[in-house]
């Protein structure tokens, strides 16, 4: 069975501040899809990065991070220089090789504090 | 944006009731998803289908049922609602991770289904 692991319900950070948010994940796929989604406090959710397991190669948009590690199964998020607009919960979730039975981590609030 | 939309919005209804939440989308993705995000549990899939006609069960599928007559419409029925299915309900979009399209999944606004 899939699983996905976000170990810290809840991270304060002050602004401006670098903040990781943990993803451990399990499944018996050699091939399976890895997604980060943010939900803000208006409720939505939006997609923020894709990974599928052939690609370990790290991410950077901006100031989001991502580094993706097989051989740990995590793939781990990294907010640089946090700002307000950045409080909300997030999301680690995996998919199977079809890219059909999702299953999403538990989320990590994370608050920034001005 | 995805065009996806989700009806109701907001729903009350009491025990014992049959309630029937529909997605619509205008995109045209072939696999289409209901979720319900309680407190706590982050997002747990229901439903999913794979094509018209063709669904399978998530990890919280007791209670439900669902119908995809159409491409772009998914229907989520609780035969009989109770307190338990109290709930914010997603629907997402997405395509095959072998079409070389993207394959992420896109998300409606959600349901916020209450029932009394």
Known sequence: AQKVTQAQTEISVVEKED???????ETRDTTYYLFWYKQPPSGELVFLIRRNSFD?????????????????????????ASQVVDSAVYFCALAD?????????????????? | DAG??????????????????????TENHRYMYWYRQDPGHGLRLIHYSYGVKDTDKGEVSDGY???????????????????????????????????????EQYFGPGTRLTVT
């Open chain 1, 97 to 114: 090789l079809y890219g059909q039975n999702f299953v999403f981590g538990p989320g990590t609030r994370l608050s920034v504090l001005p």
């Open chain 2, 4 to 25: 996806i939309t989700q009806s109701p919005r907001h729903k009350v209804t009491e025990t014992g009731t049959p309630v029937t939440l529909r997605c619509h989308q």
């Open chain 2, 65 to 103: 049922s669902v119908s995809r007559s159409k491409t772009e419409d998914f229907l989520l029925t609780l035969e009989s609602a109770t307190s338990s299915q109290t709930s914010v309900y997603f629907c997402a979009i997405s395509h095959p991770p072998t079409t070389g399209l993207s394959y």
């Open chain 1, 19 to 25: 903040v990781t948010l943990d993803c451990v994940y």
């Open chain 1, 56 to 80: 370990e190669q790290n991410e950077i948009s901006g100031r989001y991070s991502w580094n993706f590690q097989k051989s740990t199964s995590s793939f781990n998020f990294t907010i640089t």
